[in-house]
């Protein structure tokens, strides 16, 4: 079991009240934020720096999310209990424990092989249990759509139309679109099989790799 100390959870409520300040506002997300053990992720020499509002290194020339960018992302994604949610990027699987504390079924699929590893014999040690996929998400995974919510959580170079494919009707799909250096947050809605779109602000990301990605 990992150690949540009172010293820990001091430091996640305020990290709760920051992403409040910054206009988080959907109660369940702020709850789901404050659940999950984010030290737990943390290599011990970076410890300290799990409850800031960062991005940080974890290995293998990726990073865990930047919490504002994590609620931000789950907050648009309007996620109710039940919800089957499709996760492109698996990373360090802090972003599926916080979808999985709202209640979602989460499908979580990463590129890199030993990420990949790390994360499905890690995560469920702390009681979070996504289905883990290894391979290219930039083409979704067929087999398990529908899905009601898809999340990318690399920048992408266009909206792969193998994942707005694989939506339900009224679906919503998240991703940051642009460069390699910035994009755009957009929010693809699927309604009445048209695709509407909205666009927020901007963010930094590391390249979704793959087919429908970076070359
Ligand atoms: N969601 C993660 C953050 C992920 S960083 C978290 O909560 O920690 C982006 C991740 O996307 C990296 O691990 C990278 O290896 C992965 N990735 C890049 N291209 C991908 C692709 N085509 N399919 C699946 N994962 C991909």
Redesign the pocket.
Known sequence: MIEDSYKQRGLRNKLVKKMREKGISDERVLEAIGKVPRHAFFDAALLGHAYEDKAFP?G?G????QPYT?AFQTEKLLISPGDKVL??????????AVLLEMGAKVYT????RK?YEHTRDFLPLLGYKPYFFY????KGIPAKAPYDKIIV??GAPGVPTALTDQLVENGILIIPVGDREKQKMLRITKKNSKLVKEEFDNFA??????DQ?WK
């Open positions: 974890i293998e990726q990073t865990i999310s994590v996760e492109i990027g698996t990373g360090s699987g802090y972003q599926a699929i990463e590129y890199n990420l391979g290219d998400g930039s959580t690399a990301f590391v390249p979704l790799l793959g990605g």
